[in-house]
């Protein structure tokens, strides 16, 4: 599964309060305010959770269930087949999350015969009258209904299972559709099973639905039979076993686009709107399957793949075996892809069909066994697509990002010691987990790093896994005892901090390095093993010496004849770490020029940074920077680069609006569009009107419009009304941060606003709405109170609701505050108050 946002972006609506209301020097906290949510790092916590204990073994699964959408609820029959794992059983308790039982039968083959039991809206208990044995199957028959919206906040929080979306057609850009998620242990929401990921088992759906909506599930669709009465029901099968939590059922009014790979089916189903543009987007899937299936030695291994666009969608993406589901991000336009193709988030969840699917980690606290191979293959992809450097720029800041997380977060990737499965996924089992697999394949090499994922996807197909088996089949393909390895980076928290330095000893002829392990025990290991190679320059030539760093200082020598260009450790620059360099101005302008990695100059341009001042061959760097193959590489330059220390400001002009002009990596246009105000006023109005007349890609424009509301406000209104159309969420953002600060009629825009809202855009465009209507007219500010008790009422996803809900309480504690000097607020605040007060309760 991809992760999204979501959560951190939700805590942003809780903090927001003090930005709409006024301000007053010495004014007491009101107690009508929020309190502040700290965010304070954690450590462990003491609820050990172990596997599964398997009492039965789930065989097969067959439903027959009818969606209702206007009751939110799924009318079903499950018919199960087990078998004790080990131990005689004479009860079975089955997961089944806020249903309505209606019964519990045994399937013999004398009848049904009904079974009693217990149900206490989250398992059945049943009691099967005699003992079975392992050699034994039973086959149970369980009527029942799917609620999930019963217990709405706690079903909101913990997963519904199947989400029935905009039924009652109030959202204008969202069709009515439903989709399901099982991951962590959300299946049992929608149907009774045994909710555990050391489960598996085959699948067969038969789903009625409305005749003229289309349906997808696992596996092939057998059959499709019309009934005579407006609906149809569809035949799902998958007869290859998986866990339940990667079981898949969606309905809508689909497009299919079709496509192949050797011989099995590559579709992409949308909404019509977006037909046109869906093919574009996942016009590399083939290929991807054919490398990964290649690289790997174990062809895809799925009956077909298929993906699915979806609205307010949990996360990012989720990898059902055969079937994936994505965030309405992929509900774009082929104008959207110029700013971000979706490679990133199409191969994550396409090797997921191995590692997770295929092969699956016994238990949540082994996730690393599932997203940490996920993770590492964009990175994997990226570099056999767009060449190494594009990987190696991709990665780094993908490990930044588990860095920055670890001040907050600091625990082994494989922990047992959690609340809830949710929190697991993290920075920690992604990112770092992926930066951890990327140095076991530098340490083994690639031929060993292949040949064990190989015979560990071989060995353990259809099966479950737990981390000593990855270990164990990289030691098999070795011959080296790897506990060091894996125990050190995936059984123990952090990473290390890493001070090097060197010095020439020139009597001696010798180079002194040394590598001080800084890190604090309490944070990560007292010492690491790092092996490592450094790169030595003397006179232009570079040789290669390899080093194992294994204790909390280690020096080393090597014999040099004359005083290094530049000493590089971790030449390949895969060591997980923190890391200061005594590198000298002299030595990261040559490592800049010489070292032949994206991060060597990434390192070299970041030292560099704060010697700009008047320092013609620093600044000659990060003129160079601004032309680098290496589009990361640019991108970095723009942002570090201080005009007001350069010399030549014209000179630093010209290569600023050349990139603006010409640079085929709109990201790096975005930057420096908005680097560009920092250096001329007049020339950036120019620059910034220009971009809005003829440049295509839409963060481009909202950066060009963000920046010229602040210099001609009359002039960026213009150009809003002009991009106000659009469905694009970098354009609906800027657009709002223009319209809020007018009293124009522009109340449909903010509607249009906040239908489309999504975890990344919510918080802005909230915002920007709540400001238009502090200065709105009364009958503007009724109506906007009005649409926001519909998004309250109707809206599936939390950042819409509680949002909507905020902004009605800042708007109250807005107008109250004004009141107190101006009647005319008093009138406003009764507005609020009354149409508001659902939600402000």
């Given at each position: 599964m991809r992760r999204s946002c979501l959560l951190f972006s939700i805590l942003l609506i809780f903090i927001s309060l003090n930005a709409n209301c006024p301000k007053k020097k010495g004014r007491k906290k009101s107690p009508k305010q929020l309190e502040e949510i700290v965010i304070t790092p954690q450590n462990y916590i003491t609820s050990y959770k172990p596997s599964y204990q398997k009492y039965f073994d789930l065989l097969s699964t067959k439903l027959n269930v009818k969606p209702v959408f206007k009751e939110k609820a799924i009318y079903g029959?499950?018919?199960?087949?087990?078998?004790?794992?080990?131990?005689?059983?004479?009860?079975?308790?089955?997961?089944?999350?806020?249903?309505?039982?209606?019964?519990?039968?045994?399937?013999?083959?004398?009848?049904?015969?009904?079974?009693?039991?217990?149900?206490?809206?989250?398992?059945?208990?049943?009691?099967?009258?005699?003992?079975?044995?392992k050699n034994d199957q039973i086959i149970l028959l369980v009527d029942y209904v799917a609620q999930p919206y019963k217990q709405d906040s706690i079903q909101l929080e913990s997963g519904r299972g199947m989400y029935f979306i905009d039924v009652e057609e109030k959202n204008p850009y969202k069709p009515t559709h439903m989709w399901s998620q099982g991951e962590e242990e959300s299946?049992?929401?929608?149907?009774?099973?045994?909710?555990?990921?050391?489960?598996?088992?085959?699948?067969?759906?038969?789903?009625t639905l409305d005749k003229n909506l289309t349906s997808?599930?696992?596996?092939?669709?057998?059959?499709?039979?019309?009934?005579?009465?407006?609906?149809?029901?569809d035949h799902w099968k998958q007869d290859k076993p998986h866990s339940p939590y990667l079981f898949f059922l969606g309905i809508g009014d689909y497009y299919k686009s079709t496509d192949k790979w050797r011989d099995k089916e590559v579709s992409a189903y949308t909404f019509p709107k977006y037909k046109d543009d869906v093919a574009e987007i996942f016009k590399y899937l083939p290929e991807m399957m054919e490398f990964y299936s290649q690289?790997?030695?174990?062809?895809?291994?799925?009956?077909?793949?298929?993906?699915?666009?979806?609205?307010?969608?949990?996360?990012?993406?989720?990898?059902?075996?055969?079937?994936?589901?994505?965030?309405?991000?992929?509900?774009?336009?082929r104008q959207q892809l110029i700013d971000d193709n979706f490679d990133w988030i199409i191969s994550h969840e396409l090797f997921h069909q191995w590692f997770g699917d295929l092969v699956t980690a016994e238990s949540w606290a082994n996730l690393t066994l599932n997203e940490s191979f996920a993770d590492y293959s964009e990175c994997l992809w990226k570099e056999y697509k767009y060449g190494k450097d594009d990987a190696d720029g991709y990665r780094y800041r993908a490990t930044q990002k588990y860095i920055r997380s670890s001040k907050f977060k600091n625990e082994p990737i494989v922990n047992y010691y959690y609340d809830t499965p949710h929190e697991i996924f993290d920075d920690i089992r992604y990112e770092k987990?992926?930066?951890?697999?990327?140095?076991?394949?530098?340490?083994?090499?690639?031929?060993?790093?292949?040949?064990?994922?190989?015979?560990?996807?071989?060995?353990?197909?259809?099966?479950?896994?737990?981390?000593?088996?990855?270990?164990?089949?990289?030691?098999?393909?070795?011959?080296?005892?790897?506990n060091w390895f894996f125990n050190q980076w995936w059984l123990s928290k952090g990473h290390p901090f890493l001070d090097i330095t060197h010095k020439y000893d020139e009597k001696n002829k010798t180079i002194e390095l040394t590598v001080r392990q800084t890190q604090r025990d309490a944070d990560a290991l007292t010492a690491f093993r790092i092996p490592s190679k450094v790169d030595i320059y003397i006179n232009g030539k570079k040789e290669t010496k390899i080093i194992d760093v294994n204790d909390r200082i280690n020096t080393f020598y090597f014999p040099a004849a004359t005083a290094p260009q530049l000493v590089n450790f971790d030449a390949d620059k895969v060591l997980l770490c923190e890391k200061t360099e005594d590198l000298s101005e002299a030595e990261n302008i040559f490592k800049f020029y010489n070292a032949p990695l994206y991060i060597d100059k990434l390192e070299a341009l970041r030292a560099l940074?704060?010697?700009?001042k008047d320092n013609v061959a620093v600044?000659?760097?990060?003129?160079?920077?601004?032309?680098?193959?290496?589009?990361?590489?640019?991108?970095?330059?723009?942002?570090?680069?201080?005009?007001?220390?350069?010399?030549?400001?014209?000179?630093?002009?010209?290569?600023?609006?050349?990139?603006?002009?010409?640079?085929?990596?709109?990201v790096v246009r975005e930057k420096a569009i908005n680097k560009m105000s920092k250096i001329e006023k007049e020339k950036s109005v120019e620059t910034f009107e220009k971009v809005l007349n003829k440049d295509s890609s839409y963060i481009c424009l909202s950066a060009a419009l963000n920046n010229l509301k602040n210099y001609n406000k009359p002039k960026a209104y213009e150009y809003a009304e002009k991009l106000s159309?659009?469905?694009?969420?970098?354009?609906?953002?800027?657009?709002?941060?223009?319209?809020?600060?007018?009293?124009?009629?522009?109340?449909?825009?903010?509607?249009?606003?906040?239908?489309?809202?999504?975890?990344?855009?919510?918080?802005?465009?909230?915002?920007?709405?709540?400001?238009?209507?502090?200065?709105?007219?009364?009958?503007?500010?009724?109506?906007?109170?009005?649409?926001?008790?519909?998004?309250?009422?109707?809206?599936?996803?939390?950042?819409?609701?509680?949002?909507?809900?905020?902004?009605?309480?800042?708007?109250?504690?807005?107008?109250?505050?004004?009141?107190?000097?101006?009647?005319?607020?008093?009138?406003?605040?009764?507005?609020?108050?009354?149409?508001?007060?659902?939600?402000?309760?």
């Open positions: 029959t499950a018919e199960l087949i087990l078998k004790p794992h080990f131990y005689d059983q004479n009860q079975l308790v089955l997961d089944a999350k806020y249903m309505k039982i209606n019964s519990v039968e045994l399937k013999t083959s004398e009848g049904n015969k009904t079974l009693k039991y217990s149900y206490d809206t989250l398992q059945i208990k049943i009691d099967l009258e005699r003992y079975y044995t299946s049992s929401c929608w149907f009774p099973t045994l909710d555990a990921t050391n489960q598996k088992t085959t699948e067969e759906i038969f789903v997808l599930s696992n596996g092939l669709l057998l059959d499709s039979k019309d009934n005579g009465d407006g609906t149809k029901t690289k790997l030695g174990v062809d895809f291994p799925w009956d077909k793949l298929a993906n699915i666009m979806a609205y307010d969608y949990t996360a990012g993406a989720m990898e059902n075996s055969s079937v994936v589901i994505y965030y309405e991000k992929l509900l774009c336009s987990g992926g930066a951890v697999l990327h140095m076991l394949r530098n340490y083994v090499g690639d031929n060993a790093f292949y040949k064990a994922l190989n015979k560990y996807l071989t060995d353990y197909k259809f099966k479950n896994v737990e981390l000593s088996d990855l270990r164990k089949e990289f030691e098999e393909v070795t011959g080296e005892d790897l940074s704060s010697r700009q600044q000659s760097v990060f003129l160079k920077a601004l032309q680098d193959k290496n589009w990361y590489i640019r991108m970095e330059a723009v942002d570090a680069v201080e005009p007001d220390k350069f010399q030549s400001k014209a000179q630093l002009s010209l290569a600023i609006q050349n990139i603006i002009n010409t640079d085929d990596k709109s159309a659009s469905e694009s969420p970098d354009i609906v953002i800027a657009v709002g941060k223009v319209f809020k600060d007018t009293t124009a009629d522009n109340l449909e825009f903010f509607k249009k606003a906040i239908w489309l809202n999504s975890p990344r855009t919510f918080y802005s465009n909230f915002r920007s709405f709540g400001e238009y209507l502090e200065i709105a007219n009364n009958s503007t500010l009724e109506k906007g109170i009005l649409f926001l008790k519909d998004i309250y009422t109707y809206e599936e996803s939390d950042y819409n609701t509680q949002g909507a809900k905020q902004v009605v309480k800042n708007l109250s504690y807005y107008f109250a505050e004004k009141a107190k000097k101006d009647k005319q607020a008093d009138i406003k605040l009764q507005i609020v108050n009354k149409t508001g007060r659902e939600l402000l309760n």
